[in-house]
């Protein structure tokens, strides 16, 4: 069975900190991608990695992807209230069809 | 606006019965998939289709059936339902493998 673990699951912190959310799998991704979804919406496409090491940054978030494909994180900078959601990752296994979210991270920022 | 279009938004239906949820993908997409959403869960993979045909199919019960229609909308029926399958009910469309997916609304599904 092929599974997107995601840690933290759930995080709670404050305005300004720093944190940064995984995603794990044992197979090799073609291709990932990270979403925010707030409650009661549709997730929304952050961004999307393909190549093995590649970083990307949108404003205050960095994307990695891990040199293996394997694996991917996501890093926000000072951390704002608006930035409170569920954060998921989400990509197509090597050899598969199957477009598979992972467990997601449940972020709070207060103010 | 993500150019997916699912309807009806909002069900309320009693245990039992049978539901039918509808999906219009952006144009020119020919995947469609469709995902279940509990109450503070991820998204679970239900099916997918391309251009008709069934691609890609995860944990659908057997209550659960899907089809894409030649003009490549797409219908989730759901069956027999019961008070665990109340969730939020996903559609996604993208031109193909490895493209975007964009969801749609999502379509809340209270069995009562």
């Known amino acids: 069975t092929q599974l997107l673990e995601q840690s933290p699951q759930f995080l709670s912190i404050q305005e300004g900190e720093n944190l940064t959310v995984y995603c794990n799998s044992s197979s090799v991704f073609s291709s990932l991608q990270w979403y925010r979804q707030e409650p009661g919406e549709g997730p929304v496409l952050l961004v999307t990695?393909?190549?093995?090491?590649e970083v990307k940054k949108l404003k205050r978030l960095t994307f990695q992807f891990g040199d293996a494909r394997k694996d991917s994180s996501l890093h926000i900078t000072a951390a704002q209230p608006g930035d409170t959601g569920l954060y998921l990752c989400?990509?197509?296994?090597?050899?598969?069809?199957?477009?598979?979210f992972g467990t997601g991270t449940r972020l709070k920022v207060l103010a | 606006d993500s150019g997916v279009t699912q309807t009806p938004k909002h069900l309320i239906t009693a245990t039992g019965q049978r539901v039918t949820l509808r999906c219009s993908p952006r144009s020119g997409d020919l995947s469609v998939y469709w995902y279940q959403q509990s109450l503070d869960q991820g998204l679970q993979f239900l099916i997918q289709y391309y251009n008709g045909e069934e691609r890609a199919k995860g944990n659908i019960l057997e209550r659960f059936s899907a089809q894409q229609f030649p003009d490549l909308h797409s219908e989730l029926n759901l069956s027999s339902l019961e008070l665990g399958d109340s969730a939020l009910y996903f559609c996604a469309s993208s031109s193909g493998a490895g493209n975007t997916i964009y969801f749609g609304e999502g379509s809340w599904l209270t069995v009562v």
């Open positions: 989400a990509g197509i296994f090597s050899g598969t069809y199957k477009y598979i």
């Open positions: 990695v393909v190549t093995g090491g």
